[in-house]
């Protein structure tokens, strides 16, 4: 990569020595022109009697003089033309190149100019064509003095880095089936049926008071998705399948939703034993969401707040409060 | 469909219809309320003049549901149909005729606060406007009860003190039942017969 930055930089000069070079050819062509301009016999008077202190009497006044200086002066064209030509087969392709891609035509551009992007983006290349290098040496340096710290292999600690695989994947179908039931007895307001199971997975379908219904989609009983809908809003889709995706249509049901996966990753990093705690959790946390419509923020004492009912309930103590009010 | 509250504004002496409309809107945009788009409820009426015991019926297009006409009986029956209903109708002329001057509409803009859906109409009789509706929809609860005091608090900061003192018995049918569009229909064609009922008093 940096023999290929030195390559455009010596193309670089080439281009400027070419432009000079060029700019040479163009005034030695002027000067032919302004000649040719100037014309023959009127001028050749005053000319003559001009050079002839300087030269000798051997020029008269056939034009002589015009045409000697005619071909020095194209004599001078050829010179510079040769030059720039010369120049020319020096330089090699210049126009793709390849390291700066489509960002190279950013140099064409005379507005660019003034705004310098151009050669900032060839000193932030630069910059990082450098970093890469200091990080390559790095890296090879610290591969020679490696620190062991455990003694699995390199590629084993990349695994072990994942998420680790949720614990109860394994619990038996009937255990789930039996812990669904208990929870679902333990529930005031609130009912719960399982409108779709199969294999781990199972599709929760709960209804809090007269205020919403949640879809809970479990794996085992590792909570995987929530999602809070107004009641008479559908859930089943003309397919006959449950309807896992589409939001809610209300306002507050999507921002409830928003609350529950939060409540989920909250309820989830708690290390309880049991693995249906995190979902029992959940369930008493909605459970807390039947009075939404009817009672007032416990913080400001009003029912609304930007036409918004009290939407935040604490993970720890459910009490209606608004998402504004919440200390 | 949410719970709905329709009430007629009653103008303070020496405000016009205009002046009153420029004064609910500019507080239901303070509120945060942004415009949504523009709103038509429109009610004809009915009689049978043939049929001595026939109630009135009232045929009601709301634009909130434009593929649905509501026919709603003066005692109280209620049906919604599609929009062939007063073609339907027209066939039925020996019997059903429209009542004179019983075209009546209400016309305005929809604004939205959070799922508030609010309402500002002209209503008017033919070309003249005859008052003001304004109209309060909670989308996501299905039940008056439940939900008043939140409505109750956007009342009285839109209408201040025509603001309910607390839940009108018309918005909560018996028990615990589910609001309808039924009720919302109900509520329009008694407001339109208030407006109506005070037009010709005057
Ligand atoms: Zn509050």
Redesign the pocket.
């Known amino acids: 990569m940096s023999d290929v930055m030195a390559q455009a930089k010596l193309n670089m000069n080439f281009l400027s020595q070419a432009i000079t070079g060029t700019q040479q050819l163009r005034s030695t062509v002027t000067n032919v022109f302004n000649l040719l301009c100037e014309g023959v016999k009127p001028d050749e008077e005053e000319d003559g009697k001009g050079d002839d202190a300087e030269t000798a009497v051997t020029v008269g006044k056939d034009g002589k003089k015009f045409l000697q200086r005619f071909q020095e002066y194209l004599e001078a064209v050829n010179k510079d033309y040769n030059e720039v030509e010369k120049m020319c087969n020096n330089m090699t392709s210049m126009t793709d190149l390849p390291v700066l891609g489509p960002s190279g035509a950013l140099s064409l551009d005379s507005i660019a100019d003034k705004n310098s992007t151009y050669r900032d983006a060839v000193l932030t290349y630069q910059w990082n064509n450098r970093l890469h290098e200091y990080a390559q040496i790095a890296t090879s340096l610290m591969l020679t003095n490696q620190i062991k710290r455990s003694q699995l292999q390199a590629g084993a600690g990349a695994k072990r880095r994942r998420a680790a695989p949720p614990k109860f994947t394994n619990l038996p179908s009937q255990t789930v089936d039996n812990t669904l039931q208990t929870l679902s007895r333990q529930l005031s307001d609130t009912t719960m049926k399982i409108l779709q199971a199969s294999g781990d997975t199972r599709i929760v379908h709960l209804a809090v008071g007269r205020v919403f219904v949640v879809i809970i989609v479990l794996r085992s009983l590792t909570i995987e998705k929530v999602l809070v809908k107004g009641l008479d809003e559908n859930i089943i889709l003309e397919n006959n399948t449950v309807d896992l995706f589409s939001d809610s249509q209300y306002l507050c049901m999507q921002k409830i939703t928003d609350h529950a996966m939060s409540a989920v990753l909250q309820y989830s990093t708690y290390q309880a034993s049991p693995p249906e705690f995190p979902l029992k959790y959940l369930l008493y946390w909605l459970q807390s969401y039947k009075s939404l419509f009817t009672d007032?923020?416990?913080?400001?004492?009003?029912h609304l707040?930007n036409g918004l009912p009290?939407l935040w309930r604490d993970f720890k103590i459910p009490v209606p409060?608004?998402d504004?009010?919440r200390a | 469909m949410g719970v709905t509250y329709i009430c007629q504004w009653k103008q303070p002496e020496g405000q016009n219809i205009q002046q009153s409309i420029e004064q609910i809107s500019s507080c239901v945009e303070k509120l945060g309320a942004k415009k949504a788009g523009l709103f038509q409820v429109e009610c004809e009426s009915f009689n049978a003049p043939n049929a001595p015991n026939a109630k009135t019926l009232h045929l009601i297009y709301d634009s909130e549901f434009p593929a649905s006409r509501f026919a709603l009986f003066e005692e109280g029956s209620f049906l919604v149909t599609d929009v062939m209903l007063s073609a339907f109708l027209s066939k039925l002329r020996a019997v059903w005729q429209p009542k004179k001057g019983g075209k009546i509409d209400c016309k305005g803009q929809r604004y939205e606060l959070g799922d508030f859906l609010i309402k500002l109409g002209v209503v008017s009789v033919g070309a003249s406007a005859k008052g003001i509706s304004v109209e309060l929809e909670y989308a996501p609860c299905v039940y008056a009860r439940d939900c008043w005091g939140m409505m109750s608090e956007m009342l009285q900061s839109i209408i201040g003190e025509q603001a309910p003192p607390s839940l009108p018995s018309n918005l909560q049918p018996k028990g615990t039942e589910r609001f309808s569009p039924e009720l919302t229909m109900q509520q329009y064609v008694e407001m339109f017969n208030n407006i109506r009922k005070t037009v010709v008093a005057r």
Do not use: E, I
């Open positions: 007032a923020c416990t913080v400001c004492g009003k707040d009290p409060c608004h504004s009010c």
